[in-house]
Every structure is written in structure tokens, then in C-alpha cells.
């Protein structure tokens, strides 16, 4: 593997040891795949980042912990990078650890490895249980902030939420659905990645509360689970569609849509509505060809800003205050999708 970093510094972005980062350079035994590509992910990143080498200002590193379905995390990527080059501060440094699924003691243990090396800040999408909770806050006490993205974590210590106003999307979804179907009878199928992610609760909760006045006899049934990934959430799907006959609409607000379509499909089942959230790749190709008719965006970019904005205000390199800032909810249909940056 070739590079131009010095092995201390590869060691830093990757949050591995040196010699873990010696033993994969030198092609040495006895290093798992997810290590050695979790290493030319680190040397990308310091290529990537290198330009910003010429800003004036302090170099810091912020973590980036999310558990979320690849297409996701992809868009946080893309996002965290087109924004680094705008910041003129300081260099930032981000290093992602991002999976499908992270169980609440994957997180809890990837949260105490940084305690442990230290970092300038975690920018966190995870569930929200007393085990994370209490991570977060061992965090903020060792005067590492934390900012949570997209799904807050509640009754905890952390320093900001940056991202969506999910009440105002699950409202949003209602208003959309209520004004297609008008006051109907039938079945509504709302979905969840996870029951213990906050901003999804947070959008049904609010979807509901609004569709009980707008359209009162459509009877809501609950998919939880899955984590947005095609195969677990089309197995969950698939056992709870036995009791719907007059299914009139979905709310999908944690992905896994061309799944979902997929398995409507196989159980002889078409929506006249469907809304998803995030404009990802997969939704962008469903949108298109309309198969989704509603798309709930939010500007990823405005939400990292946010968050790495609190970051530096925290240490003092920059003077602007620690605020937060909700992304209002865009409607994209198959006619307003906006060019891919």
C-alpha cells in the first residue's frame, strides 16, 4: 500500500495503534480485512483533506459515529467532505466509523476507545439507550463534546443536535398524505429502522397526532426494525403484510424503500402514496421513476456545518455561539429533484 503519511499520523485518523498501521503497510499477517480497509480509509481521507494544509489555523479531529445503511452514511461522507474545504478556521480532520447495524454495546465500546485516545469532538447518529446515554456523558465530562446527528439522544450532557425537525417532517408527511387521499377509509403502513431511534419516534409521533384530525379512519399499522437494510426489514415486513388487505399508503421514515416496494409487490400491494425521508441514491433513482411520490429532504451539509461549527466554538477557535439549528423539511417530488452536487 502506497502513501506519503507518516505512520503516526495514518495511526491518528484511523484511531488505531502504529503498529497495527506498520503491520498493514509492511503486508504483515494476522490483520483482519475490516482493519486493513479501515487503513487505506484513513490514508484516503489525509489525501482528501491534504489541500486544507495551506489554512491558517489550529488542526483538529472529530469523530464521526454513525449507524446507519450504507447509502446513508454515504451521503454524510460526501456532505462532511464538500464542507471541509468551506471552513476557514481551523483544518478539520473527520474519521468516520460507520455501520449497518451497531448493537448498544458496539457503540458504547467504539465511545470509550476515544475517551481513552481522545478526540476534539463525536459527531454521533446512534440509538438512544441508557448505555449511550451514559457514554455520551462520560464524554462531555472528559471535555470531549459530543453532538448528536439527525437522532438526538435524550437526557444526556451532549453539547448540540444538528439535523432534521422531526416532528415537523412527520406532520409534513400527514398534511401530504391527507391532501392526496383526502378523509378514506383503509390501511396506512408506517415504518421504523429501530424503535429506540429518538427522531424517528419523534416523526411518528407527530404523524399521528396530526393524521387522528386529518384522516381518522385510516387505520395505522407499525413496522419497527430492520435498520433501513434491504434483507432484515423485508423478513419483518413480510410477516407483518399477513393482516393488511386495503393498504392506501406508506410513511417510510427509516429507508430500505426499494425493499419495502419490493415486498408490496410480492403480496399483491400498491400504495397510491408513498413518502420517504433523504434524498440517497437508491431514492433518487425510486423518485425518478415514480415509485415514491413524496421524498422529505433535509440539507446534510447545514447539519454538519452545525455541528463542527459547535465543535470549534466549544474549543474556542472560533467566536460564533453554540446554537442549534433545525434543517427545515424540503418536499421533493419527481419533478423538483434537485442535480446532484
Not at 5 to 14: N, S, T
Not at 67 to 84: D, M
Not at 110 to 117: G, V
Not at 271 to 279: E, N, S, T, V
Amino acid at each position: 500500500m502506497t502513501h506519503r503519511f507518516p505512520i503516526k499520523e495514518i495511526a491518528r485518523q484511523a484511531g488505531l495503534g502504529p503498529a497495527t498501521i506498520d503491520r498493514v503497510l509492511n503486508n504483515r499477517a494476522n490483520v483482519s480485512t475490516q482493519t486493513r480497509l479501515r487503513v487505506e480509509a484513513a490514508i484516503n481521507e489525509l489525501s482528501a483533506q491534504e489541500a486544507q494544509l495551506a489554512a491558517k489555523g489550529r488542526r483538529v479531529f472529530f469523530d464521526m459515529v454513525i449507524e446507519a445503511p450504507r447509502r446513508f452514511s454515504a451521503e454524510v461522507r460526501s456532505a462532511a467532505e464538500a464542507l471541509l474545504p468551506q471552513i476557514e478556521t481551523a483544518v478539520c480532520r473527520p474519521r468516520f466509523i460507520a455501520q449497518e447495524i451497531m448493537e448498544e454495546d458496539e457503540v458504547v465500546a467504539i465511545l470509550n476507545r476515544i475517551l481513552k485516545r481522545g478526540s476534539h469532538g463525536v459527531c454521533l447518529k446512534a440509538r438512544d439507550t441508557v448505555k449511550i446515554r451514559a457514554a455520551v456523558d462520560r464524554l462531555m465530562q472528559a471535555k470531549i463534546p459530543v453532538v448528536t446527528l439527525v437522532t438526538d439522544i435524550a437526557a444526556t450532557t451532549r453539547l448540540a443536535y444538528a439535523g432534521l425537525d422531526n416532528a415537523g417532517a412527520g406532520r409534513t408527511a400527514a398534511y401530504l398524505l391527507a391532501n392526496t387521499l383526502g378523509d378514506t377509509t383503509g390501511q396506512l403502513l408506517t415504518t421504523q429502522s429501530h424503535a429506540r431511534f429518538l427522531g424517528e419516534e419523534e416523526r411518528e409521533a407527530a404523524f399521528r397526532d396530526t393524521l387522528k384530525s386529518l384522516c381518522p379512519r385510516l387505520q395505522i399499522v407499525s413496522l419497527q426494525g430492520g435498520s433501513g437494510v434491504d434483507v432484515e426489514t423485508s423478513k419483518l415486513l413480510s410477516e407483518l403484510l399477513r393482516g393488511v388487505s386495503d393498504l392506501r399508503a406508506v410513511y417510510s421514515m427509516g429507508g430500505g424503500n426499494r425493499s419495502i416496494l419490493e415486498t408490496l409487490a410480492a403480496h399483491r400491494l400498491k400504495p397510491q402514496i408513498y413518502i420517504a425521508h433523504d434524498l440517497d441514491r437508491e431514492n433518487r433513482a425510486l423518485i425518478a421513476d415514480h415509485q415514491l411520490s413524496f421524498i422529505l429532504h433535509h440539507d446534510l451539509q447545514h447539519d454538519l456545518r452545525g455541528a463542527f461549527q459547535a465543535f470549534l466554538s466549544y474549543h474556542q477557535i472560533s467566536q460564533a455561539p453554540v446554537a442549534q439549528q433545525l434543517s427545515t423539511v424540503q418536499v421533493i417530488t419527481p419533478y423538483n429533484i434537485p442535480p446532484t452536487s
